[in-house]
């Protein structure tokens, strides 16, 4: 099979990532990298042996023989990026959150719409639809064994913000550049997971929300961050659907990522990220109408790393024509929710 020829715009710390699981995929070969500078730039040239490269990303799309790119740079930069791509025919794999602003959003929806013969693939689908927890939950749900839902419970809330673990993110920290925070950083996972497994049926009707800035005290007095640390919503959905959602990263607390289910008949509690535990307690009306409890475990074993799986993913939907598991559409009704949060 001939090798997609993909180009990365952003090489950073994701873009690394990406460049990786491309060549451990086999189905692609990165010819060109874009970085901001000179400097970046040389130093991943080295480091992943890749011939090609520039400081101006229109330079990849003028290459006729790219058959797709990956948007690896900041959410504020993706709007005039993906247009640019898609103008040039090339398909996309595109990084979260895909926007940092409403105005944005309601851009990225039409220019996508206009390309409808080209892939956009969006990256929140990886650590939410591509593992394994995703379709063990969303089966028990199908199957009827807790009933109707009617109320979802999330929380994850932790000392550590995003610049512990990308000391070269600064940009996430301000909202213009990065949209938000954990609620931007980790919700669009959040709701891929907790709305796809409902088959993205439930429609968004009120939110009630709070959110906290300044809590985080940064050993660098540099540090600007004017994104929120904490903060929580209630939520309410079609069908009679009810989801408390809290998000903390800089917050003075510790809780572990939790989410539980409440049907009618049942209850899921469980950790849905894939390298937290696999276990899942099931409560449960019997045959007998006797209440129970038992201790699911979903297997694990087959699953590698859940940014292989999203690049295996894009490129099934390259050569094997497979439908994305987030669209551009899908992210953007996700990221309406969580903006909304927010007051944005």
Same mark, same amino acid.
């Given at each position: ?174 909202? &213009?550049? !990065?949209? *938000?925070?954990? @609620? ?11 709305? %796809?497994? $409902? ?46 959602? &809290?998000? !903390?990263? *800089?917050?003075? @607390? ?11 008949? %049942?209850? $899921? ?68 929710? $969580? ?6």
């Amino acid at each position: 099979m001939k090798k997609m020829k993909i180009g990365i715009i952003g090489a950073g710390m994701i873009g690394d990532v990406h460049i990786n699981n491309i060549l451990k995929d086999g189905r692609g070969e990165v010819i060109w990298i874009a970085t901001q500078t000179e400097k970046t730039l040389k130093e991943k040239l080295n480091k992943h042996h890749i011939q090609k490269g520039t400081t101006r990303y229109q330079e990849i799309l003028e290459d006729s023989s790219i058959n797709a790119v990956v948007i690896a740079s900041p959410p504020f930069t993706h709007l005039e990026m993906v247009k640019n791509a898609l103008d040039s025919g090339k398909h996309i794999l595109l990084e979260k959150p895909m926007v940092a602003n409403r105005k944005d959003l309601e851009d990225i929806i039409r220019i996508v719409e206009s390309h409808p013969d080209l892939l956009v693939l969006e990256c929140s689908c990886r650590h939410a639809r591509l593992q394994p927890k995703f379709n063990f939950i969303k089966s028990i749900i199908d199957k009827g064994q807790i009933g109707e839902v009617y109320h979802i419970h999330h929380n994850h809330l932790m000392r550590s913000t995003f610049i512990e673990y990308n000391p070269r993110g600064r940009w996430a920290l301000l909202s &213009e550049k !990065g949209g *938000g925070g954990p @609620f931007i950083d980790w919700g669009v996972y959040d709701l891929s997971f907790h709305l %796809g497994i $409902l088959n993205d049926l439930p429609e968004i009707r009120t939110i009630q929300s709070f959110t906290k800035n300044g809590l985080k005290v940064f050993q660098d007095p540099g540090i600007v961050s004017d994104i929120e640390e904490h903060g929580a919503a209630f939520m309410t959905f079609s069908e009679g659907l009810t989801y408390y959602y &809290e998000r !903390g990263s *800089g917050v003075h @607390f510790e809780e572990s990522n939790e989410t539980r289910i409440f049907g009618t008949k %049942g209850a $899921l509690r469980f950790a849905f990220c894939s390298w937290d535990s696999s276990e899942v307690d099931y409560y449960y009306i019997d045959e007998k109408n006797q209440e129970k409890h038992k201790k699911l475990q979903i297997d694990m074993s087959q699953h590698s790393d859940d940014n292989f799986e999203l690049i295996r993913h894009f490129m099934d939907c390259l050569t094997e024509n497979k439908e994305p598991r987030m669209t551009v559409q899908l992210a953007a009704k996700h990221l309406d929710i $969580l903006f909304r949060i927010l007051n944005k």
